[in-house]
């Protein structure tokens, strides 16, 4: 039974419409009566509808504008114009707009209402099995997608034509530009590619290939270098493991680029030999195969190393391994392509570090860019070295030890480590200090590079850390411990601050 309504703001024709034939003889169900057309759209708002009689002289919203707007909505419905001999004039406006067929309401007859429903119900029917039928077909089309998809990432295809050919067939889109894989392992829902279809604002290429291993090709058809792919892929992945939820299990290996179908199945083994790494580094994280490729030449110390250091935000640490960061360079003596691979995985850890906690300004954008045109060209490593260590000092990273600060944001700090564990305050600082908290609170932001609280929450997760090695202390222990108010806040900041969850920080302390 398809659903119809009436729009027609006068009782007594609404009432004859209706009464005139038994409408479910004709397939028709009248699910509702609206007095105008916004009454009318009010209703589709909640209420499928196949079919709309509707008068065309109406207050609020006349019978021409609901059309154009319920055809912009929806074009399926099918809408009827009813018309007297005053407003006849509008039925050819009402037909243009994509009205179906007109009657005129002093000339109502059931003959001509019985014939008016059994065209529309004809052509409702067989619009419905048309779209069934496409249904249908983009399904099988998708399966065809996915098997020719499956066929070129275990390399089942040898010859460039061969691939052409079958990808033609099917209407199976061929990425321009460069390409590269990203391989889930784990839990991969649509709303995460969703997130990424917004994000990107483009079809991707989806092929699953068990019930836990999913792949998504990307191609970047604008991309000026291969620098800029990576961040894109890692930004990309990044937007999905945050769209999976903390809990989950979701893995993401990534291949490096590529250019052409021949190409694919090169790539999965990249991003399978990528994925491995989650054998000895844990599940949920992202990881690529160009930071693998330089694991494999004894690099990986250091550059574990240098992420911890940058993810702490202490200049002392950070300095420190940057300096033996560039040492062990020098002496691996690696290949000019494997040292480009290993500065750039460098530099995409500080930057994205370095948003993370709010530190990225246009100088730090504009030294990040000359250290890209330098690897580019390469000089010695020691140039880049010095690079380097200038751009660090521009990412306003948190001294700790001795310090340079002045003595009121020295004697800030020492207040802090002394009732970090406690319920304290700018006002209860500044108190303390015998200043004023807008004072307290604008010096302290120009000296440290933080806020008070960031401060306060840095250096709270810092003593948190140590209790979190002993197994029994609970976790809302912890919390209360170092002054977190709740134990989901105090999970929260932390996973902020460290980029990883509490429980993921005890299983690898």
């Not at 000026?224 to 493991?241: F, I, K, Y």
């Not at 564990?421 to 000296?447: G, M, P, Q, W």
């Not at 209790?467 to 029994?472: G, K, N, T, V």
Request: with cysteine; proline share 2%.
């Amino acid at each position: 039974m398809l659903n119809a309504m009436i729009v027609e703001d006068n009782a007594i024709y609404r009432y004859a419409i209706k009464s005139i034939i038994r409408w479910e003889d004709y397939g028709f169900h009248i699910v509702n009566e609206a007095l105008n057309g916004v009454h009318a759209l009010d209703i589709l708002q909640h209420q499928h509808v196949d079919l709309i009689l509707t008068d065309i002289s109406m207050p609020e919203m006349n019978g021409i504008d609901l059309i154009q707007k319920v055809k912009q909505q929806d074009d399926s419905i099918k809408i009827v114009a009813l018309s007297s001999f005053d407003d006849f004039r509008y039925v050819k406006e009402a037909l243009k707009l994509g009205a179906e067929d007109y009657l005129l309401k002093h000339d109502l007859e059931p003959e001509s209402l019985q014939q008016l429903l059994r065209q529309m119900k004809t052509k409702i029917e067989d619009e419905l099995q048309l779209k069934r039928q496409a249904a249908i077909r983009n399904e099988n089309l998708q399966e065809m997608w996915h098997l020719l998809g499956r066929k070129l990432i275990f390399g089942e295809l040898k010859k460039v034509d061969e691939m052409e050919d079958q990808a033609r067939a099917i209407r199976f889109p061929i990425p321009t530009g460069p390409i590269a894989i990203m391989l889930f392992e784990g839990e991969f829902n649509a709303n995460s590619t969703r997130a990424l279809l917004s994000e990107l604002g483009e079809v991707l290429i989806h092929i699953p290939i068990t019930d836990h291993r999913t792949v998504i090709m990307r191609h970047f058809p604008n991309a000026t270098s291969e620098q800029t792919c990576r961040e894109e892929l890692l930004r990309h992945a990044a937007v999905l493991m945050e769209n999976a939820g903390e809990a989950s299990t979701l893995t993401i290996g990534i291949s490096s680029t590529g250019h052409d179908l021949m190409d694919w199945s090169t790539l999965y083994r990249q991003a399978e030999k990528a994925l491995e790494q989650s054998i000895y580094d844990g599940v949920g994280q992202v990881y690529s195969y160009w930071a693998k490729s330089s694991e494999i030449q004894g690099v990986e110390v250091s550059m574990k190393a240098y992420a911890s250091a940058i993810q702490s935000g202490q200049f002392e640490a950070v300095d420190k391994q940057t300096e033996l960061f560039f040492d062990l360079l020098l002496t691996r003596r690696l290949s000019l392509e494997e040292l480009k691979v290993v500065i750039h995985e460098a530099t995409i850890l500080t930057k994205a570090a370095a948003i993370g906690r709010g530190k990225f300004s246009a100088s730090a954008e504009s030294t990040y860019r000359q250290i890209n045109r330098a690897i580019e060209a390469f000089p010695t490593i020691q140039q880049l070295k010095q690079l380097f260590q200038t751009w660090q000092k521009e990412l306003n990273y948190e001294a700790m030890g001795n310090t340079p600060f002045r003595k009121e944001i020295q004697a800030a700090i020492a207040y802090i480590e002394e009732h970090y564990a406690e319920d304290i305050t700018v006002s209860k600082l500044a108190e303390s200090l015998h200043l004023s908290s807008n004072y307290v609170s604008n010096l302290f932001k120009s000296e440290t590079g933080l806020r008070f609280v960031e401060y306060l929450n840095r250096y709270r997760i810092r003593r948190a850390k140590l209790l979190l090695q002993d197994p029994s202390w609970k976790v809302y222990e912890v919390a209360e411990k170092t002054g977190f108010q709740e134990a989901s806040y105090f999970c929260k900041v932390f996973k902020e601050l460290e980029g990883k969850t509490v429980k993921e920080f005890r299983c690898e302390s």
